[in-house]
Each structure stands twice: as structure tokens, then as C-alpha cells.
């Protein structure tokens, strides 16, 4: 079954840093991206080179954020467009949950709240030896 781009990935599939850290989703490459240096981030980008969007293509399977990174050559518009996907792909989550789920949720919460209810009346009537 496919991952989703949102999910770690396995231990042999991190994205190893040219410093030594190492990167296992998208989220982490956001925040990896955010405090990395100038000089590790032009390891990952040379002239017809682009670790991060190989990674991303090849690893998380995320072929439309990899089309975009491709020809990005600064950290600036690299983190943009990854921080822009991730919300999109949290958005996507969102909408996809079936109905029935959102529903059951509602449900249980409900169902919880009401024998709460019950049982702090037992609590409250037997304070007051009504029963």
C-alpha cells in the first residue's frame, strides 16, 4: 500500500544532511530547511542537481512537490513551497476522512457525555437520598 507523502519513512530511506542529521518526512525536511546552513544547503543544490527534490520524488512519492522543487535554487522558495504543500496535504487529510467516521466520532462523544450525565445524577440523588 502506497504511504502517504505525509507519513516518516523507513530508517534505510532518511535523507541524510551533508552535516550528519538525517530527515525522515516532509515535515522534518521543513524544519530541517529552516535552521540549515548556507553551506549544507548548497551541498544538497548544484547546477543540474537537486538532492531535496530527488528525495522527494523518489522516497516520499510526492511527484507534484518534486516537479516544483526541481529548478528551485534557493532555501527561501524551497522551504515556501514545502511549507505550502504540507498544509495542503494536512487540508487533503481533512477532507478525506469518510463522513461516517466524522459521524461515529459525534457519536461516542455524545454517548459519553450523556452517561456522565447519568452517572453524576446517580451521585448527586444519592447525596441527597432521593433513591
Known amino acids: 500500500m502506497k504511504k502517504h507523502p505525509l507519513q516518516d519513512v523507513e530508517r534505510e530511506e532518511y535523507f541524510k544532511l551533508h552535516m550528519g542529521n538525517e530527515v ?10 529552516k535552521t540549515m546552513s ?4 548548497n551541498y544538497h543544490i548544484k547546477e543540474g542537481k537537486n538532492d531535496f527534490a530527488d ?15 526541481k529548478y528551485m535554487r534557493t532555501k527561501e ?12 496535504l494536512h487540508e487533503e487529510l481533512k477532507s478525506t476522512i469518510p463522513y461516517h467516521l466524522h459521524m461515529h466520532s459525534h457519536i461516542n462523544q455524545f454517548l459519553a457525555g450523556a452517561l456522565l450525565g447519568l452517572l453524576v445524577g446517580l451521585v448527586v440523588a444519592k447525596m441527597f437520598s432521593v433513591i
Open 77 to 88: 522558495k524551497i522551504l515556501q513551497r514545502t511549507e505550502d504543500r504540507i498544509d495542503w
Open 24 to 33: 525522515k518526512s516532509l515535515e522534518e525536511l521543513r524544519d530541517a530547511l
Open 55 to 69: 528525495w522527494v520524488k523518489d522516497i516520499i512519492k510526492d511527484d507534484r512537490l518534486a516537479e516544483d522543487l
Open 38 to 41: 548556507k553551506s549544507t544547503f
